[in-house]
């Protein structure tokens, strides 16, 4: 499994892997929104932490569809599911990997990104902490998305048509945790252990999702 | 260890590929699968391995030592198709590093398995700077760094030169001596003693020429 999880982070890492598009994909979200809503800076306050979670969102959808595909086409799926590691611990590492590359990075570059979107301190550290807890959610539901689509011709669009339903209550809880933690009766914690939830809950369901339509799809 | 084929059927969609197959294999011994394109030669491969499902008939094995015979049979094959396996972007031994481990039962040493086919020295060299047969022939590296009894091989000579399918040749002869078990499907002939020829699909086919 570490093995497995080493190459990925090795590919994705490398020229060609992704890794840094998905960070300038984030930015140009994130960037293009103020010249949208317009130069005000109280409404860019307002919306700003759901900006950098639709910014999220869209960003950890962009390397889904080449997670399995790339294994697909040069032939290494098939030693993949012949290997003594169960599938669904490969489909769950192949998650990890993703939201290493992925999740964390997005959370990670967010306080620098909210100074784009006039932030305050406590909406940045919100909505930094409930993208750490979120984005594993968007990556282990997109690795059984993926695992779906495998076979597909153009399958990453259909993977985001089938991925971006299921992200809605990711997107509901984090967002309102961000909003929770600036306005003052509402509680931030409830929210936030849902996301959190959630994204322990495809963790185990993910993986098994992926492994049974990697089963089904053999060919 | 023995491998039995009873009256297997595979179907490829709606169409019936393989219907009613049998075939055995024990230790040392291998098969050659022979037959015109689209006879079924991978689509049988692809069911041993449990790439496929079975519309019917079984799949059984046996291992009189003992040592294989609780392991689940697809755990027990090296199946090299007719893609190479290996990340374009990564180095060579990077590449077999990873099959090594991830495969299981490490058996020969990277180093060693690049010198078994002639190939020592390209350890730093990335998999997409490769010739087609230096590709070819780093895959099959895959099969020696883990030790898995049943070799499934479908076309596995293609892209290499003659001297390259003699030293094969000898790495196959080497594995049968080892006690394994070999099923390879070819149209070129393999030179392998006690070889059993099984020729696949309704057409006749000549089984030392070519269809």
């Given at each position: 499994m570490?093995?497995?999880?080493?190459?990925?982070?090795?590919?994705?890492?490398?020229?060609?892997?992704?890794?840094?598009?998905?960070?300038?994909?984030?930015?140009?979200?994130v960037?293009?929104?103020?010249?949208?809503?317009g130069?005000?800076?109280?409404?860019?306050?307002?919306?700003?932490?759901a900006t950098?979670?639709?910014?999220?969102?869209?960003a950890?959808?962009l390397?889904?569809?080449?997670?399995?595909?790339?294994?697909?086409?040069?032939?290494?799926l098939?030693?993949?599911?012949?290997?003594?590691?169960?599938?669904?611990?490969?489909?769950?590492?192949?998650?990890?990997?993703?939201w290493?590359?992925?999740?964390?990075p997005?959370?990670?570059v967010c306080?620098?990104?909210?100074l784009?979107?006039n932030?305050?301190?406590?909406?940045?550290?919100?909505?930094m902490?409930t993208?750490?807890?979120?984005?594993?959610?968007l990556s282990?539901?997109?690795?059984?998305?993926?695992?779906?689509?495998?076979?597909?011709p153009?399958?990453?669009?259909?993977?985001?048509?089938l991925?971006?339903?299921?992200?809605?209550?990711?997107?509901?809880?984090?967002?309102?945790?961000?909003r929770?933690?600036?306005?003052e009766?509402?509680p931030?914690?409830?929210?936030?252990?849902?996301?959190?939830?959630?994204?322990?809950?495809?963790?185990?369901?993910?993986?098994?999702?992926?492994?049974?339509?990697?089963?089904?799809?053999?060919? | 260890?023995?491998?039995?084929?009873?009256?297997?059927?595979?179907?490829?969609?709606?169409?019936?590929?393989?219907?009613?197959?049998?075939?055995?294999?024990?230790?040392?011994?291998?098969?050659?699968?022979?037959?015109?394109?689209?006879?079924?030669?991978?689509?049988?491969?692809?069911?041993?391995?449990?790439?496929?499902?079975?519309?019917?008939?079984?799949l059984?094995?046996?291992?009189?030592?003992?040592?294989?015979a609780d392991i689940?049979?697809?755990?027990?094959?090296?199946?090299?198709?007719?893609?190479n396996?290996?990340?374009p972007?990564m180095?060579?031994a990077?590449n077999?590093?990873?099959w090594?481990?991830?495969?299981?039962?490490?058996?020969?040493?990277?180093?060693?398995?690049?010198?078994?086919?002639?190939l020592?020295g390209?350890?730093?060299?990335?998999?997409?700077?490769?010739?087609?047969g230096?590709?070819?022939?780093?895959?099959?590296?895959?099969?020696?760094?883990?030790?898995?009894?049943?070799w499934?091989l479908?076309?596995?000579?293609?892209?290499?030169?003659?001297?390259?399918?003699?030293?094969?040749?000898?790495?196959m002869?080497?594995h049968?001596?080892?006690?394994?078990?070999?099923?390879a499907?070819?149209?070129?002939?393999?030179?392998?003693?006690?070889?059993?020829?099984?020729?696949?699909g309704?057409?006749?086919?000549?089984?030392?020429?070519?269809?």
């Amino acid at each position: 499994m570490s093995a497995l999880l080493l190459r990925d982070l090795r590919l994705a890492l490398r020229a060609g892997g992704g890794a840094a598009t998905v960070l300038l994909f984030y930015l140009a979200v994130v960037v293009a929104m103020p010249f949208a809503i317009g130069p005000n800076a109280q409404l860019l306050a307002t919306v700003g932490g759901a900006t950098l979670w639709i910014g999220a969102l869209l960003a950890s959808l962009l390397g889904l569809e080449r997670l399995f595909q790339a294994d697909r086409e040069d032939g290494s799926l098939d030693a993949m599911l012949v290997a003594r590691v169960p599938l669904a611990l490969q489909v769950f590492t192949k998650g990890l990997a993703h939201w290493l590359v992925t999740g964390l990075p997005l959370a990670l570059v967010c306080p620098l990104f909210a100074l784009f979107l006039n932030l305050d301190g406590t909406t940045t550290l919100a909505t930094m902490a409930t993208l750490f807890v979120g984005t594993p959610a968007l990556s282990f539901m997109g690795a059984a998305g993926s695992a779906l689509t495998v076979s597909l011709p153009r399958g990453g669009l259909l993977l985001s048509v089938l991925v971006l339903p299921l992200c809605i209550p990711v997107l509901i809880f984090g967002v309102g945790a961000v909003r929770a933690a600036t306005t003052e009766p509402d509680p931030f914690l409830p929210p936030f252990l849902l996301v959190s939830a959630i994204s322990l809950f495809f963790a185990v369901l993910g993986p098994f999702a992926g492994a049974l339509a990697l089963r089904q799809g053999r060919e | 260890m023995e491998l039995h084929a009873q009256n297997i059927t595979v179907l490829r969609g709606e169409d019936v590929i393989i219907e009613d197959l049998s075939l055995s294999v024990t230790r040392g011994r291998a098969i050659v699968l022979r037959g015109a394109n689209g006879a079924g030669k991978s689509t049988l491969l692809r069911a041993l391995a449990g790439l496929l499902p079975l519309a019917g008939g079984t799949l059984t094995h046996h291992d009189h030592t003992g040592e294989f015979a609780d392991i689940p049979l697809e755990h027990l094959c090296h199946y090299l198709g007719t893609d190479n396996a290996m990340k374009p972007a990564m180095t060579v031994a990077e590449n077999l590093t990873f099959w090594r481990g991830f495969d299981g039962r490490p058996h020969l040493h990277v180093d060693e398995a690049l010198d078994m086919v002639g190939l020592d020295g390209l350890q730093a060299v990335p998999f997409a700077h490769l010739s087609t047969g230096q590709r070819r022939r780093i895959a099959i590296c895959r099969l020696l760094v883990s030790y898995r009894p049943v070799w499934l091989l479908d076309e596995p000579t293609s892209g290499l030169d003659a001297a390259s399918e003699r030293q094969f040749n000898d790495l196959m002869a080497a594995h049968l001596e080892d006690d394994g078990l070999i099923i390879a499907a070819t149209h070129v002939p393999l030179d392998l003693a006690d070889a059993q020829t099984v020729v696949i699909g309704d057409e006749p086919y000549d089984v030392d020429g070519s269809a």
